[in-house]
């Protein structure tokens, strides 16, 4: 049984005009130890699907799932002082923007002792003592002098840094990261991902990757789930899905890697992903696909099995007929 | 921080002239002429008219005179009252405490009441209790102080009786007042009854001198939450599992706060000029009623030096304010 097992999740948003379908039927699992990567671009759902898991979302949204199971509760039916027991806990998250997502009237160590006061009971000397080992694991230099400082007294980065050493303080059986490193330059990223990765090396937690990032992913994640427009169209390890992904729109994405390209000209993925207004009746990325077909653009392909990546495409890439013909 | 402080008294001196001048030059622009007023019905022969004219200097030109009373200002001296010919100084903070009382309740009654009432209507955006507490916190803040006033005298103390209609304090008692404030001074005092006498002559004052502040702290407060509560490290907060309670009243509130306490310190403007018509009415005998009377009496010291006295309070105030910006969101303080 992994760790985290989701089935079938949806999540609508009540907008002023009508609703709108953020995420669509994604299923998604992750074990203990394991990294996975959701990867797609701006608006496919990759947070929201993690944020409704966390129960973060604002009240406009609804969410539906058949299963989400995280370390046997049932994240459905879980009351809400019990899931603040386990968010922040054994599920914790880091965000994209670690200036504005730590709070500037308090000293970042007031905010990790908080939490290590509220999940763990710790006593004053205790939570000091435990916050500035946390510190030395993440790699902040200086940790007693640091504990005091406010957000905007240092870098990014180092932002950064707190931010995982206040989500790792539990120590999470799952951490989810959300696009971590966007907000930083590349040097700090490189760091960043190390330390995420040494971190799940050495407290065996299954680590959630949401990046837009495919260098990122390379480097980092086990396994990929490719997201588009709120729907999963492709699942892989990472290698294999490198090598050979079975759906247009990772191919697509791989294509306009700056470090794969050919040509002169970069190539991109023409269009845009549809919104709320434009979402096409068939296949998804059918509008911006160059294998497309009328067969796409009238019917949704189910996915295909996992020896094909359980892409949801009629005419997956990559199989052994293509390739022979 | 020394140096902030001594900087923003520097931007103290232009302010203090200004209001120097523009006190001295208000009181002059009405009509009306305070030698006539001090004649009273019997009226006042030319001759004697000249002399009293030359005796309190209206006879000099306006600079000179400006010139004479912003010298007495810089060394203390405010002029003494042409009624009662006690210096201004001393009648100022004879009447102070009373209305530095009132407005401290009504202060406190607009701050223990506004911001919680603003952070549960942002909490509960959109709900019954929003609308409600927003709409009447709209009726409150346009609704005429006077007529606000009458309103709750005819209820409370006509109809109803619970409360005295004007004073501070029943006329039966009688004790040293060493602080002027009476909440104070009757609790020392011993007297038995004396507090809560003092206590129900403040409720209606401070009802109705608080509702603005209070409406309009409650209405800043919402706002300055709702804005808050969008922000990214209040998710953080909600991620860290922390209680719903715990998060909109520290980590959304502090940085709410900022907002609200400017408002906090420019009604404290509004809490004066508010008391003038308050205390009127309630006869209540602090700085607003004195003032009020002054002017009626065209009492030029001590409609000027009154002004003045007030205007500095506020100043004051407001560098307090300053300071506490720095306190609360420690991002100020570096600057």
């Keep these: 049984m992994s760790l985290l097992r989701i089935r079938n999740l949806s999540v609508d948003f009540a907008t002023a005009s009508g609703k709108f379908r953020a995420v669509d039927g994604v299923d998604q699992d992750v074990n203990t130890g394991e990294i996975l990567a959701i990867v797609g671009e701006s608006g ?52 994209q923007e670690p200036m504005s997502s730590l709070n500037p009237c308090f000293t970042v160590g007031w905010q990790i002792k908080e939490t290590l006061r509220v999940h763990l009971g710790l006593s004053r000397k205790a939570c000091h003592a435990r916050a500035v080992e946390l510190f030395e694991q993440v790699g902040i230099p200086d940790p007693e002098r640091r504990l005091s400082a406010f957000p905007h007294q240092m870098s990014g980065g180092m932002n950064q840094r707190v931010m995982i050493a206040m989500a790792i303080a539990c120590k999470p059986k799952l951490l989810i990261a959300d696009e971590p490193t966007t907000a930083l330059d590349v040097t700090i990223q490189a760091q960043i991902l190390d330390l995420l990765t040494s971190l799940r090396d050495d ?20 396994r990929v789930s490719v997201q588009y427009a709120g729907q999963k169209i492709e699942e892989q390890p990472v290698l294999p ?13 791989l294509d306009a890697l700056p470090e794969r390209a050919t040509e002169k000209h970069l190539p991109t993925i023409p269009g845009m992903v549809p919104g709320q207004f434009d979402r096409p009746a068939g296949c998804l990325f059918s509008p911006r696909c160059k294998y497309a077909n009328s067969k796409c653009k009238a019917e949704q392909p189910a996915p295909q099995g996992p020896e094909l990546g359980h892409a949801r495409c009629f005419y997956p890439l990559n199989t052994d007929e293509r390739i022979a013909s | 921080m020394l140096n902030y402080v001594l900087s923003r008294l520097l931007t103290f001196v232009p302010t203090f002239f200004g209001v120097t001048l523009i006190s001295f030059a208000f009181i002059r622009v009405l009509p009306g002429d305070p030698i006539i007023v001090m004649a009273g019905e019997r009226g006042v022969s030319q001759e004697r008219y000249d002399q009293l004219a030359a005796q309190f200097g209206f006879d000099r030109p306006m600079y000179v005179q400006f010139w004479e009373y912003f010298t007495g200002v810089l060394q203390g001296d405010l002029g003494n009252s042409f009624v009662t010919k006690k210096p201004v100084w001393d009648e100022f903070f004879a009447l102070f405490p009373a209305t530095l009382e009132l407005s401290l309740c009504a202060m406190v009654l607009a701050i223990v009441l506004g911001l ?3 952070v549960i209507a942002a909490v509960n955006r959109g709900k019954f209790f929003d609308r409600a507490l927003m709409s009447t916190a709209l009726v409150g803040y346009s609704m005429p102080i006077f007529w606000w006033a009458l309103l709750l005298i005819i209820v409370f103390s006509g109809n109803l009786g619970w409360t005295p209609v004007s004073g501070r304090i029943d006329l039966l008692y009688y004790f ?30 401070t009802i109705v001198l608080g509702t603005i502040p209070l409406a309009v702290i409650a209405r800043q407060t919402r706002s300055a939450m709702l804005e808050v509560l969008g922000e990214d490290y209040v998710r953080t907060a909600r991620a860290k599992g922390m209680s719903p309670g715990r998060i909109n009243s520290i980590h959304a509130l502090r940085n709410a706060l900022i907002p609200v306490i400017t408002v906090i310190g420019l009604s404290v403007g509004t809490l004066l000029a508010g008391a003038i018509l308050t205390e009127t009415i309630f006869s ?34 407001n560098l307090t304010v300053d300071m506490l910006y720095g306190l609360i969101n420690p991002k100020i303080r570096k600057r």
Excluded at chain 1, 241 to 253: D, E, I, K, V, W
């Design chain 2, 116 to 118: 919680p009432a603003g």
């Design chain 1, 203 to 222: 407290n065996g937690m299954g680590l959630v990757l949401i990046t837009h990032d495919m260098g990122v992913v390379a480097e980092t994640a086990e």
């Design chain 2, 284 to 317: 209540w005998p602090g700085i607003g009623k004195w003032m009020v009377d002054s002017i009626f009496r065209r009492d030029y010291p001590v409609v000027q030096g009154g002004l003045l006295l007030i205007a500095v309070m506020v100043m004051i105030v």
């Design chain 2, 176 to 205: 040293p007042d060493p602080t002027g404030f009476m909440l104070i001074d009757s609790l020392a005092s011993g007297q038995k009854g004396a507090f809560w006498s003092a206590i129900r002559h403040l409720i209606l004052p």
């Design chain 1, 44 to 95: 496919s759902g990759k947070s929201v699907s993690m944020l409704a898991m966390m129960g973060l979302l604002p009240w406009t949204a609804t969410v539906t799932a058949d299963e989400m199971s995280f370390d046997g509760h049932d994240l459905l039916t879980i009351g809400k002082r019990e899931r603040r027991r386990v968010v922040g806990k054994d599920l914790a998250m880091i965000f």
């Design chain 1, 241 to 253: 899905l490198f090598q050979s992904p079975h759906h247009p729109y990772t191919a697509a994405l």
